[in-house]
């Protein structure tokens, strides 16, 4: 079966749908799948040079495959890269929150961040089963939360299964002039590594744009209003301790709360495992950005 209708078939039983079989499968065979060179992020200011290997869709099609996958719009991500050949999918999504600093680095607590991680995905859980989603446990760090701050990107790995199997949920945060991307690696177990994975090429991969680099800030630009380790936690789906402190973080940590791993993990999973090796999408190639 070829990728694509796989990815079809799929996203049929997801949206449980039969009448919406012809509409989807059209859907997904329109999108523009890139096979090779960069892929141009509108929203961000920022691109990606593709690894070999992959394909992706970017702007309004990255939503769509997105919003298909997880059945609500998410009007943040404007990439979806997928490896044909393995069990590798990565998400980027970009946050125009405004400048963050990094002087609170040394704030972060990881032992107590796991802690709160955990705990909130268990709490979870009851939603989860009353929408019909696999419950999600924690098991702990695959890779602490290490910040980088030449490159000013944040990163980590967080072990976890559910009746799916198990999850690894591998995230970057990187801290460009007006916002930052977070870059979402999802992977087999087996197939994660804490340096020179995939992760990792994919954040060499990527850059923002000239003007719009952590390092172009200027005075007057727009603050935040809160620092990278304030944004880690709410990110990774902990409670803010100092919630009065950051208030500009409240609407971060409802749309987080539910913890990364989610839908998206479980879906796109779903689709690697589909992927035939060395068989490219029918759909049209080129570079494309909707965003």
Do not use: C
């Not at 299964?161 to 945060?173: C, D, F, Q, R, T």
């Not at 630009?221 to 789906?237: C, F, P, S, W």
């Amino acid at each position: 079966m070829p990728p694509l209708l796989a990815v079809s078939t799929l996203i049929l039983i997801v949206l449980a749908s039969p009448a919406s079989s012809q509409s989807v499968n059209e859907q997904i065979q329109a999108m523009h799948w890139v096979r090779s060179g960069t892929i141009k992020f509108t929203a961000s200011s920022s691109s990606v040079a593709l690894p070999p290997g992959f394909i992706g869709v970017a702007g309004e099609d990255a939503r769509k495959l997105a919003e298909l996958g997880q059945g609500h719009a998410e009007s943040d991500t404007e990439g979806v890269l997928i490896d044909d050949k393995s069990d590798d999918t990565v998400v980027f999504q970009f946050y125009p929150s405004g400048f963050i600093t990094i002087d609170d680095w040394q704030e972060l607590d990881p032992g107590n961040l796991i802690r709160q991680i955990t705990d909130n995905t268990e709490n979870g859980n009851e939603e989860r089963r009353s929408k019909g989603i696999a419950e999600l446990h924690v098991t702990g760090w695959l890779q602490e939360p290490s910040f980088d701050r030449n490159t000013k990107t944040v990163f980590w790995a967080i072990a976890a299964y559910s009746n799916e199997g198990k999850i690894v949920n591998s995230v970057a945060l990187r801290l460009g002039r007006s916002g930052y991307e977070k870059v979402i690696w999802v992977t087999d177990p087996n197939s994660f590594k804490p340096a020179g994975g995939v992760l990792d090429t994919m954040l060499r991969s990527h850059s923002f744009d000239s003007g719009q680099r952590y390092e172009d800030h200027i005075e007057g630009d727009k603050l935040a209003g809160y620092g990278i380790a304030a944004l880690v936690g709410a990110v990774a789906g902990a409670k803010l301790l100092k919630v009065g402190a950051f208030a500009a973080l409240l609407i971060l940590l409802k749309k987080f709360w539910f913890i990364a791993f989610a839908l998206v993990a479980v879906f796109f999973r779903k689709i690697k495992a589909l992927f035939t090796p060395r068989i490219n999408p029918p759909g049209r190639v080129g570079p494309e950005d909707s965003a």
